[in-house]
């Protein structure tokens, strides 16, 4: 399951055949399942067809997974419809209903495979799909007119709107003491809720961050998943600034790190490292 062919295939489904990032997620979840299963070899043998197949492929599993939503089977026609793609690739007929009898088995499956293999193994290059499909269709991204109202989500906007969402912008995250006439920075603990959910951001020393434009940065992404950033004082000329941001669910930072300890990305017209807290 850790094979680069994984990594093919979605790069071919969200950068070849331009579909939805979340979605794509969706259909390789729903494949490595399937895999899971005992029916081996599906993304290997998609990967080797042309893209209209593929395309096919991911309809046919869209399907299959709006199926596993109801847990009652209905329609006449949709009990006997053949998943043609899908069948083609395991050589042997099958059918949506077929598929919805391993309802309570995929959906203990799926979440398992998202969380623990398709953030590691498809981490780094869902951000950079997220990112592709910004450039490409930023109204598609953000699910509103781009002409009409401003194209950034989020962070002063959600401040007025979202008490109940509990995004906080913070500058000067850190309390300082007296240490030998330095100062000192002591960094405030986070309890243990918050570690998994939360990275840090640093800056180079020419760079002059803001709470508000880090959380525009990854709510423009992946949409209203800061809970907090916390820009933190430089400690001194030679040092860049650098920030805390906390999301609303670990899996977020697991999709952007992947399996990497560093990732680099362009924010505010910045470079920064984005980091594991620490």
Known sequence: MFHGIDRTAFRMLTQVLHREVKQSLMV?????????MGLSGIVQTA??????????????????LQ???????????????????????????????????????LLTIIPDILSNICSRILGDITMDAVWLEYQRNPKRLL????????????????????NGRGLHMQQGGRQTEQD????????????DAERPKTLTVCFGRESMPTADGIAEFFCNLFGHV???????????????????????????????????????H?????????????
């Open 67 to 105: 199926c596993l939503l109801s847990s009652e089977f209905s329609g006449v026609v949709e009990k006997s419809r053949k998943l043609e793609t899908l069948g083609h690739v395991l050589k042997t007929e099958l059918t949506l209903y077929q598929v919805h009898r391993m309802r309570s088995v």
């Open 47 to 64: 990967i080797k067809k042309e893209g209209w197949f593929m395309n096919s492929l991911a309809e046919e599993c869209v399907i299959c």
């Open 226 to 264: 800061v809970q907090r950033v916390t820009v933190m004082p430089r400690r001194d000329k030679d040092s860049g600034d650098f920030a805390f941001v906390l999301f609303n669910d670990a899996s977020i930072s697991r999709i952007i790190m992947g399996d990497k300890n560093v990732v680099h």
């Open 266 to 278: 362009t924010i505010q017209g910045m470079k920064s490292w984005i980091r594991w807290w620490t």
């Open 180 to 191: 030998k006439g330095k100062q000192k920075y002591v960094c405030k603990e986070l309890d």
């Open 143 to 162: 699910r509103f007119n781009t002409q009409d109202q401003c194209i950034s989500v989020a962070p002063k906007a959600l401040s007025r709107h979202n």
């Open 28 to 36: 390789m979840a729903f494949l490595l399942s399937m895999e899971t």
